[in-house]
Structures are given as structure tokens and as C-alpha cells.
């Protein structure tokens, strides 16, 4: 790779011409500097060309070499492409399996020969052709082979032009008639080719990171290099594993650490030997907690690992178990449902369901009856696919194509019998579906219930009640409102007073519809109106300060928005801190963000609440004396936890005894105190001065810990938000805790999670009639139903920000009962409280 031009050919020295004493000797001194700072220009040139090719042309083998980053062989003009040539009238034999055999290096020779006479003959390709080679032959024969460009920087903008069509159509032109000239003739058939990260082509032979594995009905495992210390540095490895004829290979990671930086480090699987894009499985990287493992399964006996690291070695890599497994068919998959009720999934599941797949299930009900079908898990997702036509994986029930993630899917049948089809193509997986199926009797759906359009059954409480609990909204409609109700045009009823909140809680935004200010008017973040001429006028017009936010006319005014730098200085930007842009010319706003990460990898959990290993790592257990859990708490430093005044301040001053609590981070079941759950002794309690136990006023609390924590991929702090940043009403953050399931009732065992939204304040003011104060933020759903109950108390509220950071934005604080209608949740809004966190903590 260089800028220099070769006229001996791409091998050749570049040409030098040295300048006889004729020709030093001009007539004019400023020609004489000129001569003398071209050559000086040639050698600096030829320098740079000899280090660049003694870089990535003389030692891109050697496995400790500081390779450059895929970006940065992009911008040096690399290009890799990978594919698959299948050689008809070739007889197969398992030598070729070893790449040091004989018969393979004399095959591979005369194909790689082939691939150079073929990307030679082209005008265009022949410029920049550097090699290719044959990485892998399988039965069929199919050979599989890779070939690489090299662009000098003067021609990075014909780029474009060496694209995967110029290439396959180089070759299908091309490659069959080198075929019948090589010296071993070859018929050859289905050539691919594909774009590939350049990293990953590796030369089979050489002393890289190759392994060739043997899969068979043993569980067998392997790791990645250092594990379970860290992996080197620029780590290119591939694993290369196969299984006997007619099998399918399954490759489970027990381990998988990496960094979160999939551009940069990640695994990538194949179901193929070769990094071919038509057969890409999948591409992780990232910390996955243990109860959900990567698992995959190849379509036939051939699969490939890859392992790319970057030149920072941080994390302990992976373990993996790989074993031979029957293969899946469409002869094996599927089949005729006939009970009343059960389960069918995706092949494999929870494990990804293997590519180039098609699967049928046909449910017979009795005659008379219908069938229902309920998804309680659906992730069918690949990269490039709508979900609205779903031309790649898919579903296919009542002759519509369902793909994508989906929350809810529930279906049923206008007979006794419903067909299900599910197709996966050969390239992506992803971990498919679990559904139930019933049959019921069309005359009496839901006995005791109310029976959904899609034929899911529900409580009879849930219909009307404003929140879309059969999924398709038909549990709202034709509902007769209360005359205090507002009647959304879709007919849902809705509490009068949620009309012109901010938030479109009738789902057709009818609610919000007349609510706009006047065509030469702003609307203040309370909804005030005022006129346009204010905005940015440099004066704080609006109560709330919301007409001077994020103005570039008010720099340097400081507002109830604006964050403040630790040099003073005001950055009129809503929400500045810990977005990964320095706004502070100090950097300041940008300090102290290692926060607010969720160390493992988590997919959505649909249709449950019971939280995942690791996925809420700063919620805390705090138990009293023999009581076990009694409030929660958040990670907000090694040595400083948040919770809430009122878990302290109680009639019995034992409370209050720092003695009498221990604090459990890391848990997530209340019986199982794992090596993961640390225990800390508490050294003091901060309580609030001011706080009212009447009104619960500045309900918030700090706790010092003994002995430190240390984070790991369970335990972890929480970010604070600056007393600037926003929550805006209707924003989606979710509550934790092991409280009670429901009032009055038992404290769960497991951690609980629930999605609720912030609650204009106005509206949060109306519903608790007057009791909350400007410390007191709302957050639920005034439809009830979703809440934090006793027992979560000093527990967090976290929303997650624009830049992937977690902020809590809320301490479980006070309610009336748990999940009632039109009585959401208090917490106490931390933004009021950040100063006071710091001067007690130094947080």
C-alpha cells in the first residue's frame, strides 16, 4: 500500500532517476532549491513507501504485529472479499482437510493460480489486485478462498467502484474459462463473493491463530487465547469446526467477555468455513450474563469462529462448548398439533434456530372450536430486514409474515385449524419464538373474562380501564366514559385532566390535539403561553426557564437549564453532562461519567418482570436486623449508596442504628446469596435535615459503607443528574425493587422491574391534590396497574439517556396503596438534591 507508482511492475523497485552534475547545475539559484526539495520530497516519499510495505505487505503475518484498525485499512485502500467456489467432477477426499497435506497445498495452488490469471485479465481490477488465497475445502467439493485490493491514496475515490458486483461479475466471466487452461482442470460452479472486514482473512499453514476442531457427539470446549486473563492485542483467530456428514454443529459460549465495541472487537460466526457474508450467523460482542448465553447452531457439519480484538487488551475473552448434534430438517421440524393446548417453539430454542431452515405446524382443534396463539417470546430479527415486509426470517400465520421483536402477539384461527410457518434464510439468526396454543369454544371465548379481538383472554377489571391490555386496543373500545372522562377519538376514556399535559395519552394524540399556542406564540414547559419575541431574548420569561434553554443567544446565561461548569462557565444545552461531547471548555461536564452502564449485555425480556442477572447492577437490598429485606437502595460511589429518609426515621429509634442494617449489591434472588452478592457493613446514616415525616419532604438519604465495594459485571454505580437536567414528561424509566407484588401483599423473591413514564407536573399536582412539592416528581400510569409498592422504598428510578447512560431520576418516596387508578407513585427528584449529595458525600 503506497502512493509511489511502479513502472517495472507491483513487485519491481520503484523508479529513482539520479541527476547528473549537467543538470545541478542551473542557471538561477531558486531552481537549484527546487531540484534539491524535490529529491528531498522523493526520498521522504520513498521512505514512507518502504515502511508502509514493510508494514502490511512483508509482516501482516506475524501475529504480534500492530495491525491497523479496520477504519484504518479502509482509509489505506484494503478491501477484502470472501466467497465460496464449488468444483464440480472433483472427487472429495478428507486430506483436504488438513492444510498442510499435499493434495490440499497442490489444489489450493491451482485454484489461488486460477483466481490471479482471472483478476489479471481485467482492466480495472488488475491495478489493485494484491493476492488471493484458498482458505478451506469442504465436501461437495467446495473450496473456500479469499481475495484482496490494495487502492494507493490517489485513487481512495474509485473506492466505490471496486464493489462486490465488479468482482463476482470479474470472476463468473472469467474464472470457469481459467479453469479449463489451469494445469488441473477444474469445472467450477456457484462462485460467491462477498465484502469482508479485512482482519479476518487468514492464511491457513501460516503461524497464525487457526484451529482446525473436530465435532462429534462429545461436548467439547475451547477458549479464546489468555483466557480467562485477557486476550493479546490485535488478536485475529478463527476456529474451524466440523462435524461428521449429515450432522449440525451447536457452539455454546459458558463465558463471553469482550468489550462493548462491536466496530472494534467482537466474535463473528459463520455457517460456513469462510467469512462469507451470505452465510454470516451472527456478530456479538460485549459482556453476556450467564443466564443468557450465545448459542448457535450451523444449518449443516461446517461452522466458523472468528475472534477480532483491537490494541487494547482489557477483557478475559470466552469459553466456549462445542458438540455434533442431529441436524434439523423440514421433515424434523414442526408437525400436526392435536391437544386442546401446549407450546411449540422456533428449533432450538432459547438458542438461535439454525439458518436455511423452513418449519411447519398444523393445530387441529375439534370440529367446532377455533385456535388461539399466543408469542410469549418473539425475536426473529436480521440485519437490512423490514418488518414490514419481512422478505428474509419470518412467521408466516393466516397468510401474514410477522418478524422483527415484538412485545405482544396474540392470533387466532377463523376455523379449527391454523397453520404456522416459520422460515429462516441462509444468512442471521436470532433466538426465534416460544408461543402457546389453545383451543376454545367461539360461542363462550373467555369464560369469566373478556375475550380480545385477537382471542386472548383478560381480567374483566382490565377492560376500559384506559391501558391497552389485549395489545390490539380492542379492550378499549366501545367503552361508556364517566362523565369526568375525556373521550379520545379512537373512544378510549381518559381522566380529564390528562387533556393538554404534554403527554399523548389517548395514543392518537387527541388529548394534546387543541393545545398548541397560537401561531406567533411559544408554549413554556408548564404550558404557558407567550409571545414569540421572548424566545431567546436573554431574559427567563417562562416560569420554568424553558424559553432560554438551549439558546446559542443566551451563552453564558445561567438558567434552571443550563449546566454549570466546574470553571463557572453555563452551557445553555438541555442535559450536557455525560453526553460524550466536551461542552465545558474545561471538560467538566464530561468528568465522572463512568457511570450508569450495565456491564452485561441484556436482551428484552418479553412478558415477564422478573429482572435479569446483572441487568439493574446498582440496585441494592438493605436489610434490618432479622426482618430481611425491608427498603432498596442505589450504588452511587465504591462507598456511598442513596436511598430514602423514611426507611430510617421511624418511632423506633433502632432504625436509625447503623448496626442493626446490612446492605446486599449484586443480588438479584433474596435465597441466593452467590459469590456475585457482596455484603457491606453501614459506618453512618445521613438523613436529610429538613425532612418531614408527615408530608415526606426531602425524603432522601445517604449511606456510608464500611468497606468499599467493587464493581463488576453485577455491581455498579448509577449516574446523578445535574440539578439542570431534564426528565420531560412522558419519558419512559423503570422502577426496581423486591417489594410487594401487590398491595398488601407478599415481597417478591426476585427482583422486580416495571416500565412507568414521568407525570407532567401539573398533572402529578392534581392527582395527589396539592401533597407534592418541588422536590417530588411523578412517575407511573394513572390508568394504575404498574407502580412501586412497599418494600421498594428508597429504591431508584432510572431513565436511560440519549448517549446510553442511566441517570436516576427518582427515589421511591411515598403513594397512596400500590398501582391505583389515578394515584401514581411520589419519588423524591433527585436533580433537587445533587448539591446536597456532593457536599455530604462528595459524590
Known amino acids: 500500500m503506497s502512493s509511489a507508482a511502479y513502472t517495472n511492475g507491483p513487485n519491481a523497485?520503484?523508479?529513482?532517476?539520479?541527476?547528473?552534475?549537467?543538470?545541478?547545475?542551473?542557471?538561477?539559484?531558486?531552481?537549484?532549491?527546487?531540484?534539491?526539495?524535490?529529491?528531498?520530497?522523493?526520498?521522504?516519499?520513498?521512505?514512507?513507501?518502504?515502511?508502509?510495505?514493510?508494514?502490511?505487505?512483508?509482516?501482516?503475518?506475524?501475529?504480534?504485529?500492530?495491525?491497523?484498525?479496520?477504519?484504518?485499512?479502509?482509509?489505506?485502500?484494503?478491501?477484502?472479499?470472501?466467497?465460496?467456489?464449488?468444483?464440480?467432477?472433483?472427487?472429495?477426499?478428507?486430506?483436504?482437510?488438513?492444510?498442510?497435506?499435499?493434495?490440499?497445498?497442490?489444489?489450493?495452488?491451482?485454484?489461488?493460480d486460477i483466481l490471479n490469471q482471472t483478476f489479471s485479465r481485467d482492466a480495472f481490477l488488475s491495478k489493485y489486485y494484491n493476492k488471493s488465497v484458498v482458505s478451506a475445502f469442504s465436501d461437495g467439493v467446495i473450496a473456500y478462498y479469499w481475495t484482496r485490493f490494495d487502492l494507493p491514496p490517489k485513487d481512495l475515490d474509485l473506492m466505490p467502484k471496486l464493489s462486490e458486483v465488479r468482482v463476482l461479475d470479474a470472476l463468473r466471466k472469467g474464472i470457469r474459462q481459467e479453469g479449463k487452461r489451469s494445469m488441473q482442470s477444474f469445472t467450477i460452479t456457484n462462485i460467491t463473493a462477498s465484502d469482508t472486514d479485512p482482519r479476518m482473512a487468514r492464511t491457513p499453514g501460516a503461524q497464525e491463530c487457526i484451529y482446525q476442531l473436530t465435532a462429534d457427539a462429545q461436548v467439547k470446549t475451547f477458549t479464546s487465547p489468555g483466557y480467562p486473563a485477557k486476550y493479546p492485542a490485535q488478536t485475529r483467530c478463527q476456529w474451524q469446526i466440523r462435524g461428521p456428514k449429515g450432522t449440525a454443529v451447536l457452539v455454546k459460549f459458558t463465558d463471553f467477555f469482550l468489550e462493548?465495541?462491536?466496530?472494534?472487537?467482537?466474535?463473528?460466526?459463520?455457517?460456513?468455513?469462510?467469512?462469507?457474508?451470505?452465510?454470516?450467523?451472527?456478530?456479538?460482542?460485549?459482556?453476556?450474563?450467564?443466564?443468557?448465553?450465545?448459542?448457535?447452531?450451523?444449518?449443516?457439519?461446517?461452522?466458523?469462529?472468528?475472534?477480532?480484538?483491537?490494541?487494547?487488551?482489557?477483557?478475559?475473552?470466552?469459553?466456549?462448548?462445542?458438540?455434533?448434534?442431529?441436524?434439523?430438517?423440514?421433515?424434523?421440524?414442526?408437525?400436526?398439533?392435536?391437544?386442546?393446548?401446549?407450546?411449540?417453539?422456533?428449533?432450538?430454542?432459547?438458542?438461535?434456530?439454525?439458518?436455511?431452515?423452513?418449519?411447519?405446524?398444523?393445530?387441529?382443534?375439534?370440529?367446532?372450536?377455533?385456535?388461539?396463539?399466543?408469542?410469549v417470546m418473539f425475536r426473529v430479527k436480521e440485519p437490512g430486514m423490514s418488518i414490514q415486509t419481512c422478505n428474509k426470517d419470518y412467521v408466516q400465520i393466516n397468510n401474514t409474515k410477522y418478524c422483527g421483536e415484538r412485545t405482544m402477539l396474540a392470533l387466532s384461527s377463523s376455523n379449527n385449524t391454523m397453520v404456522i410457518r416459520f422460515h429462516s434464510d441462509s444468512s442471521y439468526t436470532d433466538k426465534g419464538f416460544k408461543a402457546q396454543y389453545s383451543a376454545y369454544d367461539p360461542l363462550n371465548p373467555c369464560p369469566g373474562q373478556f375475550t380480545c379481538n385477537s382471542g386472548l383472554c383478560i381480567a374483566k377489571t382490565l377492560q376500559c380501564d384506559g391501558w391497552n391490555d389485549c395489545g390490539d386496543m380492542s379492550d378499549e373500545k366501545k367503552c361508556k366514559c364517566e362523565d369526568d372522562h375525556f373521550v379520545c377519538d379512537n373512544g378510549i376514556c381518559k381522566a380529564q385532566y390528562v387533556v393538554c399535559d404534554q403527554?399523548?395519552?389517548?395514543?392518537?394524540?387527541?388529548?394534546?390535539?387543541?393545545?398548541?399556542?397560537?401561531?406567533?406564540?411559544?408554549?413554556?414547559?408548564?404550558?404557558?403561553?407567550?409571545?414569540?419575541?421572548?424566545?431567546?431574548?436573554?431574559?427567563?420569561?417562562?416560569?420554568?426557564?424553558?424559553?432560554?434553554?438551549?439558546?446559542?443567544?443566551?451563552?453564558?446565561?445561567?438558567?434552571d437549564f443550563t449546566f454549570t461548569c466546574a470553571n463557572n462557565q453555563c452551557i445553555n444545552k438541555l442535559n450536557a453532562e455525560c453526553d460524550k461531547i466536551n461542552d465545558c471548555a474545561d471538560g467538566s461536564d464530561e468528568e465522572g461519567c463512568n457511570c450508569g452502564k450495565r456491564p452485561y449485555k441484556h436482551n428484552r425480556i418479553v412478558g415477564g418482570q422478573n429482572s435479569d442477572v446483572g441487568e439493574w447492577p446498582w440496585q441494592v437490598s438493605l436489610h434490618y436486623m432479622t426482618s430481611g429485606h425491608v427498603c432498596g437502595a442505589s450504588i452511587i460511589s465504591e462507598k456511598w449508596l442513596l436511598s430514602a429518609a423514611h426507611c430510617f426515621v421511624t418511632g423506633d429509634p433502632a432504625y436509625h442504628d447503623e448496626s442493626n442494617w446490612q446492605t446486599y449489591s449484586g443480588l438479584r434472588d433474596q435465597n441466593l446469596m452467590d459469590d456475585k452478592v457482596q455484603m457491606r457493613e453501614i459506618k453512618n446514616i445521613i438523613v436529610h435535615r429538613d425532612y418531614n415525616q408527615m408530608t415526606y419532604d426531602n425524603d432522601i438519604a445517604l449511606l456510608e459503607l464500611k468497606e468499599p465495594l467493587k464493581f463488576s459485571s453485577t455491581v455498579f454505580s448509577i449516574c446523578l443528574p445535574s440539578s439542570s437536567h431534564v426528565f420531560p414528561p412522558g419519558m419512559p424509566c423503570w422502577v426496581t425493587g423486591w417489594g410487594a407484588l401487590r398491595e398488601g401483599g407478599r415481597l417478591a423473591i426476585i427482583l422486580q422491574k416495571a416500565e412507568v413514564k414521568i407525570i407532567n407536573d401539573t398533572v402529578c399536582d392534581r392527582v395527589t391534590e396539592g401533597q407534592v412539592t418541588s422536590r417530588m416528581l411523578c412517575s407511573g400510569f394513572l390508568a394504575g396497574g404498574v407502580d412501586a409498592c412497599q418494600g421498594d422504598s428508597g429504591g431508584p428510578l432510572v431513565c436511560l439517556s440519549e448517549a446510553n447512560i442511566w441517570f436516576q431520576a427518582g427515589i421511591v418516596s411515598w403513594g397512596e396503596g400500590c398501582a391505583r387508578r389515578n394515584k401514581p407513585g411520589v419519588y423524591t427528584r433527585v436533580t433537587k438534591f445533587r448539591e446536597w449529595i456532593y457536599k455530604q458525600s462528595g459524590v
Not at 46 to 62: E, R
Not at 89 to 100: C, F, I, K, R
Not at 362 to 374: Q, Y
Open 260 to 375: 462493548d465495541a462491536c466496530s472494534s472487537v467482537y466474535v463473528f460466526i459463520y455457517d460456513s468455513l469462510m467469512t462469507d457474508a451470505a452465510h454470516a450467523i451472527t456478530q456479538n460482542c460485549g459482556h453476556r450474563p450467564p443466564t443468557n448465553p450465545l448459542e448457535v447452531v450451523s444449518s449443516n457439519n461446517l461452522m466458523l469462529v472468528n475472534l477480532i480484538t483491537d490494541s487494547v487488551a482489557q477483557k478475559p475473552g470466552f469459553t466456549t462448548q462445542y458438540s455434533a448434534i442431529p441436524i434439523v430438517t423440514a421433515e424434523t421440524c414442526g408437525g400436526v398439533l392435536t391437544s386442546l393446548n401446549g407450546t411449540f417453539s422456533s428449533p432450538h430454542y432459547p438458542s438461535f434456530y439454525p439458518p436455511n431452515l423452513d418449519c411447519t405446524w398444523t393445530i387441529n382443534a375439534p370440529p367446532g372450536m377455533k385456535v388461539r396463539v399466543k408469542f
Open 13 to 112: 523497485n520503484e523508479n529513482v532517476t539520479f541527476l547528473t552534475d549537467k543538470k545541478k547545475m542551473p542557471a538561477k539559484r531558486n531552481k537549484t532549491l527546487l531540484v534539491v526539495g524535490l529529491v528531498l520530497a522523493s526520498l521522504v516519499l520513498a521512505a514512507i513507501t518502504g515502511v508502509l510495505i514493510w508494514l502490511f505487505a512483508v509482516k501482516p503475518g506475524m501475529q504480534r504485529l500492530q495491525k491497523p484498525s479496520l477504519e484504518a485499512l479502509r482509509s489505506l485502500g484494503t478491501r477484502v472479499f470472501s466467497g465460496q467456489i464449488m468444483l464440480l467432477d472433483t472427487q472429495y477426499s478428507p486430506v483436504l482437510e488438513d492444510p498442510t497435506s499435499t493434495e490440499f497445498v497442490e489444489k489450493a495452488e491451482a485454484l489461488q
Open 503 to 559: 403527554m399523548n395519552d389517548c395514543g392518537d394524540n387527541s388529548d394534546e390535539r387543541d393545545c398548541s399556542c397560537d401561531k406567533n406564540q411559544i408554549r413554556c414547559g408548564d404550558g404557558t403561553c407567550l409571545p414569540q419575541s421572548v424566545l431567546c431574548d436573554g431574559k427567563m420569561d417562562c416560569a420554568d426557564s424553558s424559553d432560554e434553554a438551549a439558546c446559542k443567544e443566551s451563552e453564558g446565561m445561567c438558567t
